[in-house]
């Protein structure tokens, strides 16, 4: 089985506890005004990859290191076969390792709409933050993009990697990856409002013109 893929990148500290795998699945059909990521929204068989080689990448780039992986879009949802074959790939590795990394996965649902609906995937999670993306409100608390976003622990592991952080405003310096891979510059982590602008300025004053963004149709 394949799943649509954005990118995947090792070390991701940004987006959750610790060093971690992030996986950015292609395709979403919420479409909050606002969003950042316009280049996750069109599904694209073009970018399916197979699970399995995936999983093996995973294993390649962090070994035994990874402390969580970080499942984010795109709407991960919007594949559920999908990932459910990934999941259960991954519970598979984890089951294999003496330190257990942790599974968070976002979704622009709402919490209520996946228990109805997705309650098995629900089930394969340590935490999800779900929930609409609001541009309007602001974003002060940890790894959620506004504020109405819920951080929601589902199993003992997710209780002792992110319960200290359900309700916590962020108490440290904000982390941003930018990652530059040949062809693309991309952020990782919650830009705060105008980050993303700032950044543009700041590539042009180094002579850098970004061809097109993310952030803007
Ligand atoms: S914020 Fe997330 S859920 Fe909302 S449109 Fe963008 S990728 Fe989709």
Not at 3 to 9: P, S, T, V
């Amino acid at each position: 089985m394949k799943i649509q893929l954005n990118k995947a990148h090792y070390p991701v500290t940004a987006l959750g506890p610790g060093k971690r795998i992030g996986i950015w699945t292609q395709g979403c059909s919420i479409r909050c005004p606002g969003c950042v990521s316009l280049d996750t929204w069109e599904a694209d068989r073009s970018k399916a990859m197979a699970i399995d080689d995936l999983i093996a990448w995973c294993k390649r780039v962090a070994g035994g290191a990874a402390e969580g992986i970080t499942i984010s879009g795109g709407e991960p949802f919007d594949q559920p076969k999908a990932l459910a074959k990934l999941l259960d790939g991954l519970h598979r590795w984890r089951n294999t390792l003496t330190r257990p990394f942790d599974i968070l996965c976002y979704s622009g649902y709402r919490l209520e709409k996946l228990q109805k609906e997705h309650a098995a995937l629900l089930a394969k999670l340590d935490a999800i933050i779900c929930d609409p993306f609001v541009e309007a409100l602001p974003t002060v608390r940890w790894w959620r993009g506004s504020d109405n976003q819920r951080l929601i622990v589902l199993s003992e592991l997710g209780q002792a990697r992110f319960g200290r952080y359900v309700d916590a405003a962020i108490d440290e310096p904000k982390r941003f990856q930018v990652v530059a891979d040949g062809k693309r510059v991309w952020f990782v982590g919650i830009p705060q409002r105008g980050d993303l602008d700032r950044i543009e300025s700041a590539c042009a004053e180094r002579g850098v013109e970004l061809a097109a963004t993310s952030w803007r149709a």
